[in-house]
């Protein structure tokens, strides 16, 4: 299982517009039902192509924070 941060489709956003599957480039997303989905989650690079083409913010990429903890004093 993927320990990545993996971008999260909003259904009641999405309209269905199909712009996020054309233009991902590793086939990861489908549209099913009239929504996009992620069903290759372990394609996705996280190139944040779909979150940035969305008309309608329906997509959003969580970043993944890593604290590398306390710096000396
Ligand atoms: S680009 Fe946005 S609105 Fe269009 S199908 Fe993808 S998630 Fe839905
Ligand atoms: S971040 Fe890139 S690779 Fe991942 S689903 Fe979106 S367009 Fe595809």
Same mark, same amino acid.
């Given at each position: 299982m993927s320990t990545l941060p993996l971008p999260q489709i909003s259904t009641e956003r &999405?309209?269905? &517009?199909?712009r996020c599957v054309d233009i991902c480039p590793q086939q990861a997303l489908v549209q099913s039902d009239g929504k996009a989905m992620l069903?290759?989650?372990?394609? &996705? $690079?996280?190139? $944040?192509l779909c979150e940035d083409i969305c008309p309608t913010q329906a997509i959003a990429l969580p970043f993944l924070i890593v604290f590398a903890g306390h710096r000396p004093q």
């Open positions: &999405c309209t269905g &517009c199909e069903i290759y989650p372990e394609r &996705c $690079t996280y190139c $944040t």
